[in-house]
């Protein structure tokens, strides 16, 4: 047994800290230290959550180097400019940036050689066969290998599948690197596109997997802000921490998916989902949020997530079918708002124009990754359909998938002459449409919402036919 394995065994358990809360065990816990200690942290990888990571732990007080290979991106910044569309990031980045606690630069050696803690915080794409292709952390670890001559924690901030704290160990011994140089941990990020620099910095908890005393002191030193502020923390293995956050997004997908079977139940039978989905949520045991029916969840998340948890099932003859389930019903789910236009039109959409409001995969993001929009619109280009689109931020994305359709300028460009409105993300631009406006401009009044956010009762005043998901209607 290796000194690390040893002291693995004897100390680690889990222990949650919150002002009240006791812990489970207390065998390994932050020492009082901890709270004086300024440390440096390196982040390699300045994508979406190395980026908001970075700008939210300077926040808390730390020096922050951010490091990426890509000079491109490295100037963006250096000039002030966000390479991704985050609402409130740039202020944060801008405030620390002033305040020298946050820095940016494409010499990733220089960046880890100054640090205490080297965060990897690059992507984790899905692979063919759905595992999480973990090149990108390969040539991360390796370069750290190359440029570690201190003690260093290297944390995996990415989403990483499990087991790849003790592989990042196992690497970094097999390049020669002294064992009492660094200590691996894993701290994972649970941060929603559009809200997460709010969710960085006001988190529900913080989950920190160590296997060390030392490493935990300075982990949690780093998030000593939170911790004063009475952030419950869950201090844990490396392995658990790795799964606790495939278990969050898988669970919160599986959420989804149960409420979006329910909605496709109230449209058959006259049920109202969202009625449902409020009374289900006023017991505390299942909470209110994540229960709005929709055109399914998309993003870069839940549906890679989910995937790899399948993957590591079977790589360990683990069946997870609540899982499976989950990701089956929400691609039946993304054909629901094409559907239902179908229906309305009697299956004939050749030459007619549809206007889809909504492109991101869901509100205040430009992401169109695994977004439900691409199936509308892929499958209304399959019937023939004229598709005009808008959305406030991400149609450039978009056009590389679909250059030839027609993107506007704004909503009321999009549904002029439209036989058909699809509104496909909740972004307040449609919540807060001027109906009586679109209806003089459409060539006939045919809504479909799939993420019910117009307003119903001047659809019906206005004359229109509307359809939406799992809510019960009186023009029906
Ligand atoms: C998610 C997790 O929430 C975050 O903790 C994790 O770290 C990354 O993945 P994100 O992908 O940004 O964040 O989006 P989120 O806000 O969680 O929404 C995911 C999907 O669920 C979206 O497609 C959204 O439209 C859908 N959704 C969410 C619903 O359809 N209904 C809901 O009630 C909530």
Known sequence: MTIKQHIH???ITTIIITPHAHSITRTIEPTRSRSTQHYTVAIIGTGYVGLVSGAGLAEFGNTVICADIDQNKIDILNNGNIPIYEPGLKDVVARNIEARRLMFTADVDAAIKQADAVFIAVGTPMGADGSADLSYVESVVNTIARNIDNYK???TKSTVPIGTGAWIERTLLAHGVDADLFDVVSNPEFLREGCAVKDF??????VIGANTQKALNIMCGLYNHLFA???PH???TVTTSEMIKYASNAFLAAKLSFINEIANLCDATGGDAHTVAYAMGLDNRISAQFLKPGPGFGGSCFPKDSQALLYMGEQNNVKLPVVQASLITNETQKTKPLEKLLQHMHNNLASKTVAVLGLAFKANTDDVRYSPARQTIQGLLDHGAHVKVYDPAAMEN???L???IEYCDDTYQAVENADAIIVMTEWDVFKHMNLER?????????????RNIVNTDELTALGFTFDTIGRAYLNQ
């Open 9 to 11: 065994s004897i100390l």
């Open 153 to 155: 924690v290297v944390c």
């Open 201 to 206: 910095l006001e988190p529900d908890r913080v």
């Open 229 to 231: 502020q009475g952030t």
């Open 234 to 236: 869950v201090l844990t």
């Open 398 to 400: 978009m056009k590389a």
């Open 402 to 404: 679909f250059p030839a």
């Open 438 to 450: 679109v209806r003089s401009l459409v060539a006939q009044p045919l809504l479909i919402d799939a």
